[in-house]
């Protein structure tokens, strides 16, 4: 063999072994195994938040066998390891927990802009929600919205649109909100306590004790499904709807920034996609049982159930546009958040009415019978 092939040979075996050692750290990292530790705001056994398709633990299953065991998620309830609502510091210390399963609007005393990214009052249903979220901007403001918490949130869930939720009395007008105790977090809490009542923020498992001894007056949670296993019927009968305060209420599993960015790509892929998935399988979850519930709840039950008067409405959609437009008015993060939400809403607004809106408009003018 000439010198010169001997020198070409071994410079290629240094090259390649200088590659192989250079890739290592790469080859490393995408073996390294995580386990993780996430708490939540809800109790043990909650149907949809804690349990079932789209939950916290169906998301820790998911994102366990798509990463082959490479991130293992242990799912804490409320109040296991920290209180319901202090799920999101943890979080964002990264000292305890590496992740919170909650809502967003629960952490307005922290950032008002928060809650637009769990639902807007009078705002988007989900389809428009999602979609604001996903190619409307909105991801890249709530990851904006987050990151002086060091936290990267993904959406795990959506309820669709909620009732106003369960009244131990008859609601006759306006005048009955004046004084009324209400369970109602979010914007809709401080919407409420402008045309007279009095919001509180309650975690879901003290719902049904605070309104069955009257320390709440009324209480909303998520939907007939879900209420009735909280038992929220025994303690009222009077049940209203229009979803005017929670159209499209998103969960959310949040993470902390700095065991995000440990992760290899392909594995925050994961992450991601099993959040999309959660997203919509807890949404049809819902979507499949909230009739038969309602159904039941109505017959077998004696609750009652109807809209809200027009003039709780009307005070109602007028307080929402005073509190939204005075806060965005004084915090320029919060205005971007509102204008690039109500910018969307207004382009989807103009398809709905030419797609949803036009369909079911049909169908409820020919009686609703057209296959019947």
């Not at 991601?272 to 807890?282: F, G, K, Q, W």
Request: glycine residues 10%.
């Amino acid at each position: 063999m000439s010198i010169k092939r001997r020198d070409f040979l071994k410079a290629g075996t240094a090259v390649a072994t200088g590659a192989a050692i250079i890739g290592a750290p790469a080859i490393v990292k995408a073996q390294e195994r995580f386990n993780w530790r996430m708490t939540t705001t809800w109790p043990a056994g909650l149907p949809f938040f804690q349990t079932g398709p789209g939950s916290a633990t169906d998301f820790a299953r998911r994102v366990e066998e798509m990463s082959g065991g490479r991130i293992r998620i242990r799912v804490y309830s409320a109040n296991e390891l920290v209180p319901a609502f202090e799920g999101f510091d943890a979080a964002s210390s990264g000292r305890q927990v590496q992740l919170n399963h909650g809502c967003a609007y629960y952490w307005a005393g922290k950032s008002f802009a928060a809650q637009y990214f769990t639902t807007v009052p009078f705002g988007m249903t989900f389809q428009g929600h999602n979609a604001w979220l996903n190619e409307g901007g909105g991801y890249e403001l709530y990851e904006e919205v987050y990151k002086p918490f060091d936290l990267v949130p993904l959406v795990v869930g959506c309820t669709g649109v909620q009732p106003v939720g369960w009244f131990r009395r008859p609601v006759e007008g306006l005048r009955d909100f004046r004084g009324l105790n209400i369970r109602m977090p979010g914007l809709a809490g401080d919407i409420y306590n402008a045309i007279g009542a009095n919001a509180r923020l309650l975690p879901g498992g003290e719902l049904f004790a605070a309104l069955e001894r009257g320390a709440i007056d009324a209480a909303e949670w998520v939907g007939p499904y879900s209420d009735r296993e909280l038992g929220l019927h025994r303690a009222a009968k009077y049940y209203y709807s229009s979803g005017w305060h929670e159209p499209a209420t998103s969960t959310e599993v949040v993470v902390n920034r700095r065991a995000w960015e440990s992760l290899p790509k392909d594995l925050q892929a994961i992450m991601r996609n099993a959040a999309a998935a959660c997203n919509i399988t807890s949404h049809a979850w819902l979507e499949a049982r909230n009739a038969d519930a309602l159904d039941d709840l109505v017959t077998n039950h004696g609750v009652q159930f109807g809209p809200l008067p027009d003039d709780v409405i009307q005070a109602l959609l007028e307080a929402t546009r005073d509190i939204l437009s005075d806060r965005a008015a004084k915090d320029p993060l919060v205005r971007r958040v509102h204008e690039s939400y109500f910018g969307f809403k207004a382009r989807h607004d103009r398809w709905q009415q030419n797609s949803e809106t036009a369909f079911q408009t049909q169908i409820r003018d020919l009686g609703g019978k057209i296959l019947a």
